[in-house]
């Protein structure tokens, strides 16, 4: 079992910055890929970006040269650092780990970009 421990949403005006955390706890030596998932209302779940368990960055083609995704493997925690945030970044952001067979969720935390 892994665990899952959002924090760092929050309120910001167009242009802003905020950066995400996810502490993971529990089966820590099973996660391979660590990824930021993000839904609006009314819109599906789509993946943000994605850092492998080598290091390797991948992210969504909305995203790209705003965001980026960082792994400190002594604290377990994948970081979502993003600039030039948008009004159309607000959603709910999710934390997902891969870890032997299994897939784990966070809770998710709340980033509002609004003037």
């Known amino acids: 079992q892994v665990q899952l421990v959002e924090s760092g949403g929050g309120l910001v005006q167009p242009g802003g910055s905020l950066r995400l955390s996810c502490a993971a706890s529990?089966?820590?030596?099973?996660?391979?890929?660590m990824r930021w998932y993000r839904q609006a209302p009314g819109r599906e779940r789509e993946l943000v970006a994605t850092i492998t368990r080598g290091g390797s960055t991948s992210f969504a083609d909305s995203v790209k040269g705003r965001f980026t995704i960082s792994r400190d493997y002594a604290k377990n925690t994948v970081y979502l650092q993003m600039n030039s945030l948008k009004p159309e970044d607000t959603a709910r952001y999710y934390c997902n780990v891969d870890a032997g067979l299994y897939y784990y969720w966070g809770q998710g935390t709340q980033v509002t970009v609004s003037s």
């Open positions: 529990g089966s820590i030596a099973s996660i391979n890929d």
